[in-house]
């Protein structure tokens, strides 16, 4: 006892000369700059879904906005999911990332949504049995327009958007109608996945590895509507470049390729028993990465962006095009690409496709084009 006693003497003495400790949730969002300046908020909403999940844990980990840049999550959740965000925010702490100076764990949106610079807009009311598609739209009108209301008051105003939930070409229309203050250049939806899959079918074939295939277009809508296109991609081996068409047959890419990637998803649903998971986290990754961080030169990637007219698209949709990106994070539709009357066909399909989600939500939001 006397020993105890002594020793905790000792530790009052040593404590009294030291300024106060802060608190662990204070040590856990303290503001200390990367290379790259301030931490980067960043959010994810549907955060202990599968695909949030995953996301969370790339960010963290420096894979999406390099191994420098600081990060602050901020992980949004519906109340009945507020256990398992709990459990998320645990596992974030147990993983003792270097570059995660806080995680904002919550279920309150304003808290979610204030002062991040980069949204990732996951969580979506998914389709049930027995639901049209009319239903969805609507269902999910409701969400993004509240989610771009939040956009609007809340989030830094360079702040860079990404719609994954679904239908999210749609869906990141909506919500950029509601943020009228974002430009339109910082709102985009997620085809990223889409190229993945595309570009792993041709290297799957090939004996490679999927960097090897460069610039598969994807074009117009993350739906069964769009159109993968090889016309101009190529694949780089030890600095040779060849065009996919010297390497396959053109009844191949305008056929079976284009319908497996188109149906990719459902293939997926339909073995696995449940949606991408993985996957679309990766896929999510490699457009963060390249949105903020550039890509190289000569090559371009798919996003789905406010359209400005390029290619025949109406202006505003937002639609899938091929994009080259600087090392500032600034995108640009690459322009003067041949398209065949094949394409034409192809992409006026979806355009069409995605004219009509538009029309539907605009009527039901009572929104005026």
């Given at each position: 006892y006397?020993?105890?006693?002594?020793?905790?003497?000792?530790?009052?003495t040593?404590?009294?000369h030291?300024?106060?400790l802060p608190?662990?949730?204070?040590?856990?969002?303290?503001?200390t700059?990367?290379?790259n300046?301030?931490?980067l908020?960043?959010?994810?909403t549907?955060?202990a879904?599968?695909i949030?999940?995953?996301?969370?844990?790339?960010?963290?980990e420096?894979?999406?906005?390099?191994?420098?840049?600081?990060?602050?999550l901020?992980?949004?959740?519906?109340?009945p999911?507020?256990?398992a965000?709990?459990g998320?925010?645990?596992?974030?702490?147990?993983?003792a990332?270097?570059l995660l100076?806080?995680v904002?764990?919550?279920?309150?949106?304003?808290?979610a949504f204030?002062?991040?610079?980069?949204?990732?807009?996951?969580g979506?009311?998914?389709?049930?049995?027995g639901?049209?598609?009319?239903?969805?739209?609507?269902?999910?009108?409701?969400i993004f327009?509240n989610?771009?209301?939040?956009?609007?008051?809340?989030?830094s105003k360079?702040?860079?958007v990404?719609?994954v939930?679904?239908?999210a070409?749609?869906?990141?229309?909506?919500?950029?109608?509601?943020?009228?203050?974002?430009?339109s250049?910082?709102w985009?939806?997620?085809?990223?996945?889409?190229?993945n899959?595309?570009?792993?079918?041709?290297s799957?074939?090939?004996?490679?590895?999927a960097?090897?295939?460069?610039?598969?277009?994807?074009?117009?809508?993350?739906?069964s509507t769009?159109?993968p296109?090889?016309?101009?991609?190529?694949?780089s081996?030890?600095?040779?470049?060849?065009?996919l068409s010297?390497?396959f047959?053109?009844n191949?890419?305008n056929?079976e390729?284009?319908?497996?990637?188109?149906t990719?998803?459902?293939?997926v649903?339909?073995?696995?028993?449940?949606?991408?998971?993985?996957?679309?986290?990766?896929?999510?990754?490699?457009?963060?990465?390249d949105?903020?961080r550039?890509?190289?030169?000569?090559e371009y990637?798919?996003?789905?962006i406010?359209?400005?007219?390029s290619?025949?698209?109406?202006?505003g949709?937002?639609?899938?095009?091929?994009?080259?990106?600087d090392?500032?994070?600034?995108y640009?539709?690459v322009?003067?690409?041949?398209?065949?009357?094949?394409?034409?066909?192809?992409?006026?399909?979806?355009?069409?496709?995605?004219?009509?989600?538009?029309?539907?939500v605009?009527?039901?939001?009572?929104?005026?084009?």
């Amino acid at each position: 006892y006397f020993d105890s006693v002594m020793l905790q003497r000792r530790l009052e003495t040593v404590i009294g000369h030291l300024a106060p400790l802060p608190t662990i949730s204070n040590i856990r969002t303290q503001s200390t700059s990367g290379s790259n300046g301030a931490p980067l908020r960043v959010l994810i909403t549907g955060a202990a879904g599968n695909i949030g999940y995953a996301c969370a844990f790339l960010i963290a980990e420096g894979v999406v906005f390099g191994p420098h840049q600081k990060i602050i999550l901020h992980l949004l959740e519906i109340e009945p999911c507020k256990k398992a965000l709990e459990g998320v925010r645990m596992e974030l702490d147990d993983g003792a990332f270097p570059l995660l100076e806080g995680v904002v764990a919550t279920t309150d949106p304003a808290t979610a949504f204030r002062g991040i610079d980069a949204a990732i807009l996951v969580g979506a009311s998914p389709r049930k049995k027995g639901m049209e598609r009319k239903d969805l739209l609507e269902k999910n009108a409701e969400i993004f327009k509240n989610q771009g209301l939040l956009l609007e008051q809340y989030a830094s105003k360079s702040v860079k958007v990404l719609v994954v939930g679904n239908p999210a070409n749609t869906n990141c229309l909506i919500a950029s109608k509601f943020a009228p203050s974002i430009p339109s250049n910082q709102w985009s939806a997620l085809t990223r996945l889409d190229q993945n899959r595309a570009q792993t079918q041709i290297s799957t074939r090939l004996g490679l590895t999927a960097d090897k295939v460069k610039n598969i277009i994807i074009w117009g809508n993350h739906s069964s509507t769009q159109f993968p296109d090889t016309s101009h991609a190529v694949v780089s081996v030890d600095n040779k470049i060849t065009p996919l068409s010297q390497l396959f047959d053109s009844n191949y890419l305008n056929g079976e390729f284009i319908s497996t990637v188109q149906t990719r998803g459902a293939a997926v649903i339909n073995t696995r028993g449940s949606s991408s998971a993985q996957s679309a986290a990766r896929g999510i990754a490699c457009h963060m990465r390249d949105w903020f961080r550039g890509v190289p030169q000569g090559e371009y990637v798919s996003m789905a962006i406010v359209s400005d007219g390029s290619y025949g698209v109406p202006k505003g949709l937002v639609y899938s095009f091929p994009v080259t990106i600087d090392s500032d994070g600034n995108y640009s539709i690459v322009q003067g690409l041949d398209l065949s009357d094949f394409a034409k066909e192809k992409m006026r399909i979806t355009t069409q496709e995605l004219l009509e989600e538009r029309d539907s939500v605009f009527k039901f939001l009572n929104v005026v084009q």
